[in-house]
C-alpha cells in the first residue's frame, strides 16, 4: 500500500505496535501457506514476490509513520513502483503465454521503477502523482484481461477458476484503494500540513487486512437442480452446438474432468478447438463459464458416487477431480443446493 513521500515532515509516533506490523506478519503468513500450498506445482512467482514486496512496505510504512523513521522514505516509493507490475504479471501467467521473449517483458515492468528513480533525482514533487497513475493504470490493465470473466484464466485449474477470479478483481480494486489513499494523503499535505496523514495511512493498513479478507472469502463460495447436472438450453447455431459436442465427448467418453489440473488451455489442445471458440460457445449456449461446465461434470460424478457407494466424501472429492474441500463444497452447493453430506443422507 502506497503512502505519500514527497513530504518527509517529522508527525507524532505512535505509542502502540503499528497496524502496518500486523499487516506485514500476515502477510508472511500467507506467503507460507501459499509457498506450502504449491510445492508440488511449479509457484506462480510474481505473485509469490509480491507478497514478501508487500509485507516489506507494510514494514517500513510502520517504521515511517509509527516510528519517525525518516531516511526510509528514500526507497518506499521505488518499492512501491513494483507492486503493480508484479500484480499485473502474476495474472499473466494465469491469462495466457506471452509472445514477448522474457527479457523484453522485465524491461517492460521495470519502467515505472525507473521513472520513479528518475523523479526522485529530477522532480521528487511529482513521485507521488506519478505512483497514482501507475496503480490506477495498471488495475485498468488487470480489468482489461478479465474483460472475459473467469474464463480469462485459461491456464489456471477449472477447480480453482472462480475463487482465482474474484481474487484478482479484489486485487485490482486493492490497487485503486491505495491510489486513492496515496492521493488523499498528498492533499492533506497540501491542504493541511499532514495533520490527518497517520489517521488516514492507519485507516488504509485496516482498508487492506479488510480486502485480504474479503478475497479470502471469496475463495470459499461461488445453484441448479439436484439431481444429476444437466446442462441448460443450448443456442441453435451450428458450431457452437459441434464445439460443445466434441467438448460433451470428451468429458463422457475419456472422463477429462477428473484431471484436477484441466485448464481451458489444456481442454482445448486436447479437443482441437480454439479455446476463445469453447468458452464463446459454452457461454452463450449454457449462460455459463468453462469452469462451471467442466465442474458440473464433476459434481455430477460426486453425486452418482455418493448415492451408489459408500465411498468417503474425501476420496470421492479427490476421484472427480476436485483437490481442496472448500472448491468441492462450494461447487456442490452451487450445483445441488445442498453439502455433500445432505446428499448422501437424502438419496440414502
Given at each position: 500500500?502506497?503512502?505519500?513521500?514527497?513530504?518527509?515532515?517529522?508527525?507524532?509516533?505512535?505509542?502502540?505496535?503499528?497496524l502496518?506490523?500486523?499487516?506485514a506478519?500476515?502477510?508472511?503468513?500467507?506467503?507460507?501457506?501459499?509457498l506450502?500450498?504449491?510445492?508440488?506445482?511449479?509457484?506462480?512467482?510474481?505473485?509469490?514476490?509480491?507478497?514478501?514486496?508487500?509485507?516489506?512496505?507494510?514494514?517500513?510504512?510502520?517504521?515511517r509513520?509509527?516510528?519517525?523513521?525518516?531516511?526510509?522514505?528514500?526507497?518506499?516509493p521505488?518499492?512501491?513502483?513494483?507492486?503493480?507490475?508484479?500484480?499485473?504479471?502474476?495474472?499473466s501467467r494465469l491469462?495466457?503465454?506471452?509472445?514477448?521473449?522474457?527479457?523484453?517483458?522485465?524491461?517492460?515492468?521495470a519502467?515505472?521503477?525507473?521513472?520513479?528513480?528518475?523523479?526522485?533525482?529530477?522532480?521528487?514533487?511529482?513521485?507521488?502523482?506519478?505512483?497514482?497513475?501507475?496503480?490506477?493504470?495498471?488495475?485498468?490493465?488487470?480489468?482489461?484481461?478479465?474483460r472475459?470473466?473467469?474464463?480469462?484464466?485459461?491456464?489456471?485449474?477449472?477447480?480453482?477458476?472462480?475463487?482465482?477470479?474474484?481474487?484478482?478483481?479484489?486485487?485490482?480494486?486493492?490497487?485503486?484503494?491505495?491510489a486513492?489513499?496515496?492521493?488523499?494523503?498528498?492533499?492533506?499535505?497540501?491542504w493541511?500540513?499532514?495533520?490527518?496523514?497517520?489517521?488516514l495511512?492507519?485507516?488504509?493498513?485496516?482498508?487492506?487486512l479488510?480486502?485480504?479478507?474479503?478475497?479470502?472469502?471469496?475463495?470459499?463460495?461461488?445453484?441448479?437442480?439436484?439431481?444429476?447436472?444437466e446442462?441448460?438450453?443450448?443456442?441453435?447455431?451450428?458450431?457452437?452446438?459441434?464445439?460443445?459436442?466434441?467438448?460433451?465427448?470428451?468429458?463422457?467418453?475419456?472422463q477429462?474432468?477428473?484431471?484436477?489440473n484441466?485448464?481451458?488451455?489444456?481442454?482445448?489442445?486436447k479437443?482441437g478447438?480454439?479455446?476463445?471458440q469453447?468458452?464463446?460457445?459454452?457461454?452463450?449456449?449454457?449462460?455459463?463459464?468453462?469452469?462451471?461446465?467442466?465442474?458440473?461434470?464433476?459434481?455430477?460424478?460426486?453425486?452418482?458416487?455418493?448415492?451408489?457407494?459408500?465411498?468417503?466424501?474425501?476420496e470421492?472429492?479427490?476421484?472427480?477431480g476436485?483437490?481442496?474441500?472448500?472448491?468441492?463444497?462450494?461447487?456442490?452447493r452451487?450445483?445441488?443446493?445442498?453439502?455433500?453430506?445432505?446428499?448422501?443422507q437424502?438419496?440414502?
Amino acid at each position: 500500500m502506497m503512502v505519500t513521500y514527497s513530504s518527509l515532515r517529522s508527525h507524532q509516533a505512535m505509542i502502540f505496535i503499528p497496524l502496518p506490523f500486523v499487516v506485514a506478519l500476515l502477510l508472511l503468513i500467507l506467503f507460507v501457506v501459499v509457498l506450502r500450498r504449491d510445492e508440488e506445482v511449479e509457484p506462480n512467482r510474481p505473485f509469490l514476490v509480491l507478497i514478501l514486496l508487500t509485507a516489506l512496505q507494510s514494514v517500513l510504512s510502520g517504521l515511517r509513520w509509527g516510528y519517525g523513521v525518516q531516511t526510509i522514505g528514500v526507497i518506499m516509493p521505488v518499492i512501491a513502483a513494483m507492486v503493480p507490475p508484479l500484480a499485473y504479471a502474476g495474472v499473466s501467467r494465469l491469462v495466457r503465454t506471452s509472445r514477448r521473449p522474457l527479457p523484453l517483458r522485465i524491461a517492460l515492468h521495470a519502467v515505472p521503477t525507473a521513472l520513479i528513480l528518475s523523479l526522485m533525482a529530477l522532480w521528487r514533487d511529482a513521485i507521488d502523482i506519478a505512483l497514482v497513475l501507475i496503480f490506477v493504470g495498471y488495475a485498468l490493465a488487470i480489468l482489461l484481461l478479465m474483460r472475459p470473466g473467469a474464463d480469462a484464466l485459461r491456464l489456471a485449474p477449472f477447480e480453482g477458476v472462480v475463487p482465482a477470479y474474484r481474487a484478482i478483481i479484489f486485487a485490482a480494486a486493492a490497487l485503486c484503494l491505495s491510489a486513492a489513499v496515496d492521493t488523499f494523503v498528498f492533499l492533506d499535505f497540501t491542504w493541511a500540513h499532514g495533520e490527518h496523514a497517520l489517521t488516514l495511512i492507519s485507516v488504509s493498513n485496516l482498508a487492506a487486512l479488510v480486502v485480504l479478507g474479503i478475497a479470502a472469502a471469496a475463495a470459499s463460495r461461488s445453484r441448479a437442480p439436484a439431481e444429476m447436472v444437466e446442462v441448460g438450453p443450448r443456442l441453435e447455431t451450428s458450431e457452437d452446438k459441434q464445439t460443445i459436442a466434441t467438448i460433451d465427448a470428451l468429458m463422457e467418453t475419456r472422463q477429462l474432468y477428473r484431471d484436477a489440473n484441466l485448464n481451458l488451455d489444456r481442454l482445448a489442445r486436447k479437443a482441437g478447438i480454439p479455446a476463445r471458440q469453447i468458452s464463446a460457445a459454452i457461454n452463450r449456449a449454457m449462460d455459463k463459464n468453462v469452469s462451471q461446465y467442466v465442474n458440473d461434470y464433476r459434481i455430477g460424478e460426486a453425486c452418482r458416487l455418493l448415492a451408489a457407494t459408500q465411498k468417503p466424501v474425501t476420496e470421492v472429492m479427490f476421484e472427480v477431480g476436485f483437490q481442496t474441500k472448500s472448491n468441492f463444497n462450494r461447487e456442490f452447493r452451487r450445483v445441488t443446493d445442498m453439502t455433500p453430506l445432505a446428499w448422501r443422507q437424502r438419496k440414502g
